[in-house]
């Protein structure tokens, strides 16, 4: 009975490879690449409960009743305060933009700038500057922040912008304003806190918090407001009361 067994499998991993579909030992046949893997979670993004430093490409919506409860209890542990004056903010306070040169933070000195890190992390069909492995000149992105998928090329780069999740100018009001420059350097580089999406709806967001900008796409408002949170948790930021409310109510 075994031998035939493994008779059976091996005839039906041959037909696989002869027909080019199929999976054997979590392989995709047709292509060789793990099946799912970093292109399926491209396609349809990483819940952020399950990417706690980042480094997973995109968003994926928080749909079960548990993820949801577990999203609620991480909000829950937000410290809150008044959004404090703008006052000396300027970007440069946050060092060089995009800068490799940055301790702390997964991706740091590897080579490559952090908007090359982000773009490869989260595009799919990534083509590259000749003899670089850094610089991306097209992919397809999936935006999880409106539902659009963009083909997007380095000749339009502003159709791609990185969104800080957590917003430079937000977080200076809530108190980056006293932090080393080392620390500022982190939190504008580090992957968490970096969202490559469609450029228009990011320049709409501006600096705001959740209480006054969420993506328009609905159903990844909860997991939004979660990397939201997870940077300011990470970083010791608070959030605003009507920031923290309009959180918690994503998730419910």
Same mark, same amino acid.
């Given at each position: +009975?075994?031998?035939?067994?493994?008779?059976?499998?091996?005839?039906?991993? /041959?037909?696989?490879?002869?027909?080019?579909?199929?999976?054997?030992?979590?392989?995709?046949?047709?292509?060789?690449?793990?099946?799912?893997?970093?292109?399926?979670?491209?396609?349809?993004?990483?819940?952020?409960?399950?990417?706690?430093?980042?480094?997973?490409?995109? &968003?994926?919506?928080?749909?079960?009743?548990?993820?949801?409860?577990?999203?609620?209890?991480?909000?829950?542990?937000?410290?809150?305060?008044?959004?404090?004056?703008?006052?000396?903010?300027?970007?440069?306070?946050?060092?060089?933009?995009?800068?490799?040169?940055?301790?702390?933070?997964?991706?740091?000195?590897?080579?490559?700038?952090?908007?090359?890190?982000?773009?490869?992390?989260?595009?799919?069909?990534?083509?590259?500057?000749?003899?670089?492995?850094?610089?991306?000149?097209?992919?397809? &992105?999936?935006?999880?922040?409106?539902?659009?998928?963009?083909?997007?090329?380095?000749?339009? /780069?502003?159709?791609?912008?990185?969104?800080?999740?957590?917003? &430079?100018?937000?977080?200076?009001?809530?108190? /980056?304003?006293?932090?080393?420059?080392?620390?500022?350097?982190?939190?504008?580089?580090?992957?968490?806190?970096? +969202?490559?999406?469609?450029?228009?709806?990011?320049?709409?967001?501006?600096?705001?918090?959740?209480?006054?900008?969420?993506?328009?796409?609905?159903?990844?408002?909860? /997991?939004?407001?979660?990397?939201?949170?997870?940077?300011?948790?990470?970083?010791?930021?608070?959030?605003?009361?009507?920031?923290?409310?309009? +959180? &918690?109510?994503?998730?419910?």
């Amino acid at each position: +009975m075994g031998r035939r067994r493994s008779l059976i499998a091996s005839a039906a991993l /041959a037909l696989a490879v002869l027909t080019g579909c199929g999976t054997a030992d979590g392989l995709d046949i047709a292509d060789g690449r793990p099946a799912g893997g970093k292109a399926a979670e491209a396609a349809t993004g990483t819940s952020p409960l399950a990417n706690p430093d980042g480094t997973r490409p995109g &968003l994926a919506a928080i749909t079960s009743a548990d993820e949801r409860a577990e999203a609620r209890a991480l909000i829950e542990r937000l410290r809150t305060k008044g959004r404090g004056p703008k006052t000396g903010y300027e970007r440069e306070k946050f060092g060089y933009a995009w800068a490799d040169s940055v301790d702390g933070i997964p991706f740091g000195r590897n080579g490559c700038d952090t908007r090359n890190d982000v773009l490869k992390r989260d595009g799919q069909r990534l083509q590259f500057r000749s003899g670089s492995d850094c610089v991306v000149i097209s992919m397809t &992105l999936f935006d999880p922040y409106t539902g659009k998928t963009i083909e997007w090329t380095k000749q339009n /780069a502003a159709e791609v912008q990185i969104d800080h999740v957590v917003p &430079l100018s937000y977080s200076w009001q809530m108190g /980056a304003s006293r932090w080393s420059d080392e620390k500022r350097r982190q939190l504008a580089n580090d992957p968490l806190n970096l +969202m490559p999406v469609d450029g228009a709806t990011n320049s709409r967001k501006g600096d705001s918090g959740p209480a006054s900008w969420l993506p328009p796409r609905r159903e990844i408002r909860c /997991a939004y407001v979660v990397r939201f949170a997870q940077v300011a948790l990470k970083y010791d930021l608070p959030v605003t009361t009507a920031d923290k409310e309009t +959180m &918690l109510q994503q998730c419910s």
